[in-house]
């Protein structure tokens, strides 16, 4: 129910002049967040570098408009779909459709409770992965220095939030030095995050028994470098923040040396999804069913100005 | 003991034993530093924290007084907020980004106050048409992101301090302050509570419910602005997905909470903002006490219904009924006090 006045299913052509050009389809789950409108905004990219045409279709966040949109893909009789699922149930009989009308589908992002005969593939980041990264951060950071973490975790029973968790957890679990002293949900939120640090830097005598902040997401963490430099501490410093996603506001706030590491989840599905699809047409290679995207570390020393400027237009 | 204090003692009483409940589990509660020429502390950050929901209280009570409600305001917050950070973004200053605001609050306000008294359409149906679509235009504004801004000066009102507290604090105890000048030194109270009682007859005695209708949804709009723009300065970025969400039932809840009747009538400002205080206090104390996250919303939900059946004003009837009655039992002990239901 987050979005329901938002642009209407809207198909857009970006022309070629290949007379043999692809078509895909694009069922996009809608704009639930910043990096889903940059996983759009690439998509199109990248639909536009290949000389692909591109029909994107806004679901808003409902099921039934993914199976309206997949339907009419299919209808249209396009070469490929592409489809970022809003739920992982309900999807057997369209997929099956699909499957007769002899179109392959990738799956972005998200995976499916369906057979996966029914699908091509599915392009997605390892979230246990994206949390052994941050993790690992930490440990080769702080080395046998005494360290307790404070960890905000995403929205109660997410399976992002689980999987991150479990993933920073697998990382420290051989570093008796690392343990993790205060952990709360601040809902994936910005003010969520900054919330909850509050009370940890109140309940941690003024966050003088922090050393390091987990964040599962970047938004939380944005807000949490806020309550911590209004307790009067120096976040980067005092407290060192790792986080997952890799969003502008981060980096800039990692080019202010307020910030020390983020774990990218990669906006760019649509890039692997396009590779696979043009090796099938190509040759018929059939692709793994599961294709992880890279999540790829960044810390103050890489550039964290220049990745700053090159997503700030991406939608997020 | 004066009325007025009469009226809001249930709620201090509770707001207390909740606070003696939180030190219970982080005995720190209490403790107020002051360093770097701001006060430091759980209770502080409780009334800093609880600024938007006793913001939203106020506009609450007064349309709840009227018999209406009003489930837009979570959504205005998301909308007004929306607007502040994308007129700072357009470069249009701090003054013209309030005053825009504010506007978007009244507008929307005054939207939801026409459906209600010139249409007819019932209170939770007119207000749920902004909370539905709402988010999609906070969306369209910020074009679904985080439109982060950079400006002190707007900042300073969502963590900035003045004389030690937070400034947010300060907006919610003069829009408080205010709102119960306006309402109880002026006859607008009355009327307010006649029109919540029964309109017609209040129409046929001379009152002009039409005003007093669109007014008080107005000022709940207003009140959201607020919020909005304490949010909003808060985290230094304008969030259409999340400013707000869910609060329009923490300000019901807070007004329920201030023993003011959903069906309308008689209202205390005062004991609903409390009320809001109440519910953040709860909150804060959940995040202090370090339980796992998946305890906190039965923790807080236990909370309130113990507290709302404490509250009850039957269940004060039926305690007394039954005390009588035991003492009836007990011999050498007159019991001549007849079983009395004290509805409020």
Same mark, same amino acid.
């Given at each position: 129910m987050k979005k329901l006045l938002a642009i209407s299913v809207a198909v857009m052509g970006f022309g070629t002049t290949a007379a043999v050009a692809e078509t895909v389809g694009f069922s996009q789950i809608g704009s639930e967040s910043g990096w889903r409108a940059a996983e759009t905004t690439i998509t199109r990219q990248q639909a536009e570098k290949r000389g692909i045409d591109l029909r994107f279709s806004d679901a808003q966040q409902r099921q039934e408009n993914q199976i309206a949109a997949l339907r009419s893909f299919v209808a249209q009789g396009v070469d490929a779909i592409l489809l970022a699922p809003v739920v992982s149930t309900g999807w057997d009989n369209i997929l099956m459709e699909a499957r007769d009308a002899e179109i392959p589908v990738v799956l972005l992002d998200r995976r499916i409770d369906a057979p996966d005969d029914l699908y091509m593939t599915a392009v997605g980041a390892d979230s246990v992965h994206e949390g052994e990264v941050a993790g690992g951060w930490l440990v080769d950071e702080v080395g046998d220095r005494q360290c307790n973490v404070v960890e905000l975790q995403g929205t109660t029973g997410s399976s992002v939030a689980i999987e991150r968790k479990q993933g920073f957890e697998n990382a420290i679990a051989d570093h008796p030095n690392i343990s993790i002293i205060r952990s709360q949900t601040g809902d994936f939120t910005r003010s969520g995050g900054k919330e909850v640090m509050e009370s940890f830097l109140q309940a941690e005598n003024g966050g003088r028994n922090i050393c390091a902040l987990f964040s599962h997401n970047d938004d939380m963490a944005v807000g949490a470098i806020q309550a911590i430099k209004e307790a009067g501490l120096n976040p980067g410093e005092d407290i060192l923040t790792v986080s997952i996603d890799g969003v502008p506001d981060y980096f800039r706030a990692m080019a202010n040396g307020d910030a020390n590491a983020t774990v990218e989840l990669t @906006?760019?599905?649509?890039?692997?999804?396009?590779?696979?699809?043009?090796? %099938? %047409?190509?040759?018929?290679?059939?692709? @793994?069913?599961?294709?992880?995207? @890279?999540?790829?570390?960044?810390?103050? $020393?890489?550039? @964290?100005?220049?990745?700053?400027?090159r997503r700030k237009d991406l939608g997020y | 003991m004066p009325a007025a204090v009469k009226r809001i003692l249930p709620q201090l009483i509770t707001l207390l034993g909740v606070m003696v409940l939180v030190s219970l589990v982080f005995p720190d509660f209490l403790s107020i530093d002051y360093s770097d020429g701001r006060l430091v502390g759980p209770v502080i950050d409780v009334l800093k924290r609880g600024a938007p929901v006793a913001l939203l209280a106020v506009g609450m009570t007064l349309v709840v007084a009227t018999g209406g409600i009003d489930l837009s305001v979570g959504t205005l917050m998301a909308i007004t907020g929306a607007v502040a950070a994308a007129a700072i973004v357009a470069g249009h200053g701090l003054v013209l980004a309030i005053v825009l605001a504010l506007a978007a609050g009244l507008c929307a306000g005054g939207f939801s106050g026409f459906l209600v008294a010139v249409v007819g359409i019932q209170p939770i149906v007119a207000t749920l048409i902004l909370m539905i679509s709402g988010r999609g235009i906070a969306q369209l504004i910020t074009e679904g992101r985080i439109l982060t801004f950079n400006m002190p000066g707007f900042a300073f009102l969502g963590s900035g301090t003045l004389l030690g507290v937070p400034v947010p604090v300060w907006i919610w105890l003069a829009v408080t302050a205010l709102a119960i000048v306006i309402v109880r030194r002026t006859a607008l109270g009355?009327?307010?509570? #006649?029109?919540?009682?029964? =309109? =017609? $007859? #209040?129409?046929?005695?001379?009152?002009?419910? =039409?005003?007093?209708?669109?007014?008080?949804?107005?000022?709940?709009?207003?009140?959201?602005?607020?919020?909005?723009?304490?949010?909003t300065a808060d985290i230094r970025g304008a969030d259409a997905n999340n400013a707000g969400l869910w609060l329009e039932l923490d300000a019901i809840l807070a007004t329920v909470l201030g023993g003011n009747s959903l069906r309308g009538g008689r209202f205390s400002i005062s004991a609903a903002v409390i009320g809001a205080l109440i519910i953040q206090t709860i909150n804060t104390g959940i995040l202090l006490a370090g339980f796992p996250s998946e305890y906190n919303l039965v923790i807080k939900a236990v909370l309130v219904i113990l507290i709302l059946v404490v509250q009850s004003p039957s269940l004060a009837g039926d305690l007394k009924r039954l005390g009588s009655q035991l003492s009836r039992r007990a011999p050498r002990r007159s019991a001549k006090a007849a079983p009395q239901r004290s509805d409020r």
């Open positions: @906006p760019n599905m649509a890039g692997p999804a396009f590779d696979a699809l043009q090796a %099938w %047409w190509q040759d018929g290679t059939l692709p @793994p069913k599961f294709i992880q995207t @890279p999540s790829t570390l960044y810390t103050q $020393a890489d550039d @964290p100005e220049g990745e700053y400027q | 009355l009327l307010i509570e #006649s029109v919540g009682i029964n =309109r =017609r $007859a #209040s129409a046929l005695a001379g009152v002009n419910a =039409r005003v007093i209708l669109i007014a008080v949804y107005m000022a709940s709009g207003l009140c959201a602005a607020l919020a909005g723009i304490i949010t």
